[in-house]
């Protein structure tokens, strides 16, 4: 019954900075300060091409890209065919076109509506480096990406961005919906944006490598806990454009053992600093048999 | 004013709630504005009369034509939209972040290579153990 | 205390036909087919002159005016200064431009996100019938709006529309939200839409005067119950456009009894067909002191 | 088809859930692009020309062409979006509906006056007492 569903195999978590795209489409990943970071990922590039799902459900936000001031939704789900990367103010990242996936990203956001999430349905959208750098990390600089993906946008930019506890509600209403679509396709749901890192003001440059691990550690252990943690705990903890980490809460609410299944098995972890004005984090979490 | 803002005592810190937006509103549409390539060529042959097209105060005028972040962000400035500016530049995001701070770009990417600026003494404002 | 904050006064429920508008608009609203419908909210154009509010959140949708399909927000917010009646295709209606109540708004858009509702902010909007015909209603044709009006839109032209249990849910977080805003404002809510009607296909011209009467009933006495109706029942009994009377569930769920109060008292009841092709009808709810 | 679709045997009735509007997504774009005054002229001056602009099929294009309103609705269109169709044409959303119906508009108007279409016999794809 349930290899005719579709089912969520992994979920990924990764930093999604901007200048990591740059230095990957500038040729200067083999740089030394740029190479600490692709080294990072180069085990999970493998893993990527061993484990290459059939779709990705990306969870990113945007930076004042696709959305202006004029709307702003605090969660929005592309169901479009493709997404175009966007032109951020330097022209659109060299990376391929997104391709989509209308069909299973219908049936979820009907499922996830249904399930009293008030999402916001987009159809036509371009895409900034919040989804590509990850797409980067994991998929290194092929032709196509090797797979459609679902892109899932969370408002981060006007606060107040939606709760840790709502987005883990979210991640759980994702898995019941994925798993209710009657196709069977392998499904990895991503997590994207942080670590620690503050753009703004006075205090720009904050790095909080104790607070970053623990949110690692506990986000592999106890994420139900995690979960609770207050809006103003990641602000003044992880700084200003910190509070991108709620959005890993989603992508790991997703996953087997939140629903009563196995422990998921930790694929890969790093953490660097820094990329340009950022901690660098990334997971691998797979879901057990 | 009826918002509850836990936020405000973050040292050097401007959370951008809603009476930001609402105060912001048209300097950060101006620099979303930025983002196609003809306005950029508009915007750099004349900043004043490109600047002028915009409702916006002349205190977020002065500001964007000084590129002073710290005064675009206590004028509603979003650090995600004015960043368009610096691109517009052809700035790096760490020559505008720096500019921030009151650290030269080359302090700031010395302190950022040395672990980044610690959260000691940076969580509340007046805290002692600066 | 509760006297230096924002309190609800009263719901007022409504249809908002387009044809309504018009034929006020045309200076028909005294021949014979439209007579019996604006005679039916003489009393309450008489009424809220004498409660007129501070501020208005009405509860309504846009018919394809505001939001193409490149974006479709299940909940959005209105939070701008002011907001243009819409070029619906025969150019705007000659109303008065809504004035908004941006300080409210955001307030309340940031409660009731905080309380776990995924709203869509909306800074710039142009507002349709949906909102205009049920002021034109209540105010008749004045020089300006009696008060400031927060236009809230729903989704329902694309399936599925929120259930009429998260709507009313939506209505306990509103009147939380309202009530937490610590300036003494008397505010109204009003849910608008419906009553039976389709408006499209071979069943086109649909009404059900049995279900509409019977949902005004247990509008008034029942609501709770009420919101467990699912969409099915809305679509199969009141037509595929009488969907839009889940929204009428928002405006209700705000009331005092809701919260454990005292029921409202009825200040207005009227049911009339037809309107153009729907089946209006109207409330009025005054919470009880 | 994954979508789980409860509404499927209400009789004369097509719900714009997200096939029909990913079926009718350029038909009822093309729709919107006519609330604009000077969209509506160029429409009006070539209809065919104008509807070559949208990546329509040709199955959209004709049912548009021929005013066919349920063609429209099968082929992806919303009323709510259709209706743009009429406004530009200048008929009364009451033609639009008759129109659906297979009834004249007077006969359509009559069974309004008269009280509208009972729901008795119209609940259920092949209900008895119709
Ligand atoms: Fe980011
Ligand atoms: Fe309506």
């Known amino acids: 019954?349930?290899?005719?569903?579709?089912?969520?195999?992994?979920?990924?978590?990764?930093?999604?900075?901007?200048?990591?795209?740059?230095?990957?489409?500038?040729?200067?990943?083999?740089?030394?300060?740029?190479?600490?970071?692709?080294?990072?990922?180069?085990?999970?590039?493998?893993?990527?091409?061993?484990?290459?799902?059939?779709?990705i459900f990306l969870v990113y936000n945007d930076h004042a890209t696709a959305f202006s001031l004029e709307m702003i939704p605090t969660f929005a789900i592309g169901c479009a065919?493709?997404?175009?990367?966007?032109?951020?103010?330097?022209?659109?990242?060299?990376?391929?076109?997104?391709?989509?996936?209308?069909?299973?990203?219908?049936?979820?956001?009907?499922?996830?509506?249904?399930?009293?999430?008030?999402?916001?349905?987009?159809?036509?959208?371009?895409?900034d480096h919040g989804l590509t750098v990850p797409l980067s990390l994991m998929c290194g600089q092929p032709q196509a990406w090797p797979c459609p993906v679902i892109p899932f946008a969370v408002n981060v930019v006007q606060y107040p961005a939606p709760s840790g506890h709502r987005?883990?509600?979210?991640?759980?209403?994702?898995?019941?919906?994925?798993?209710?679509?009657?196709?069977?396709?392998?499904?990895?749901?991503?997590?994207?944006?942080?670590?620690?890192?503050?753009?703004?003001?006075?205090?720009?440059?904050?790095?909080?490598?104790?607070?970053?691990?623990?949110?690692?550690?506990?986000?592999?252990?106890?994420?139900?806990?995690?979960?609770?943690?207050?809006?103003?705990?990641?602000?003044?903890?992880?700084?200003?454009?910190?509070?991108?980490?709620?959005?890993?809460?989603?992508?790991?609410?997703?996953?087997?053992?939140?629903?009563?299944?196995?422990?998921?098995?930790v694929a890969e972890r790093f953490y660097h600093v820094p990329a340009s004005n950022t901690a660098v984090g990334h997971l691998i979490l797979e879901n057990q048999p | 004013m009826a918002l509850d803002k836990p936020y405000r005592d973050i040292p050097g810190t401007t959370i951008f709630d809603a009476e930001q937006s609402r105060l912001g509103y048209h300097l950060n549409q101006f620099c979303m504005s930025l983002m196609k390539a003809e306005n950029r060529a508009r915007f750099k042959a004349d900043e004043r009369a490109y600047l002028d097209q915009w409702p916006m105060t002349e205190e977020q005028k002065q500001a964007v034509l000084a590129r002073d972040l710290n005064r675009c962000l206590a004028a509603g400035g979003n650090i995600y939209f004015l960043a368009k500016i610096g691109a517009t530049d052809g700035r790096s995001f760490q020559y505008m972040a720096a500019s921030m701070t009151g650290m030269s770009q080359e302090e700031y990417a010395a302190m950022m290579l040395a672990g980044g600026r610690s959260i000691a003494g940076n969580r509340v404002t007046g805290e002692k153990n600066k």
């Open chain 1, 81 to 127: 065919e493709r997404f175009q990367p966007a032109d951020e103010g330097w022209g659109p990242r060299p990376v391929p076109v997104v391709q989509g996936h209308p069909e299973l990203a219908a049936h979820i956001a009907q499922s996830v509506i249904q399930q009293d999430f008030d999402l916001t349905i987009v159809n036509k959208m371009d895409v």
């Open chain 1, 167 to 265: 987005c883990f509600e979210l991640g759980k209403a994702i898995r019941r919906a994925i798993e209710s679509y009657d196709t069977p396709l392998n499904v990895q749901i991503w997590g994207t944006g942080g670590m620690s890192h503050q753009l703004q003001g006075a205090r720009a440059g904050l790095i909080n490598p104790e607070f970053d691990n623990a949110f690692l550690d506990q986000l592999i252990s106890d994420p139900q806990n995690l979960a609770k943690m207050p809006h103003i705990d990641y602000v003044r903890e992880a700084g200003s454009e910190g509070i991108e980490l709620v959005m890993w809460l989603i992508a790991r609410g997703a996953m087997d053992d939140v629903a009563g299944g196995k422990a998921p098995r």
């Open chain 1, 1 to 55: 019954m349930s290899t005719q569903h579709a089912k969520i195999s992994a979920s990924v978590y990764t930093s999604h900075v901007p200048a990591i795209g740059a230095a990957l489409d500038l040729g200067k990943s083999q740089e030394p300060y740029w190479q600490p970071v692709f080294a990072g990922y180069e085990a999970s590039k493998t893993w990527m091409k061993e484990n290459t799902p059939d779709v």
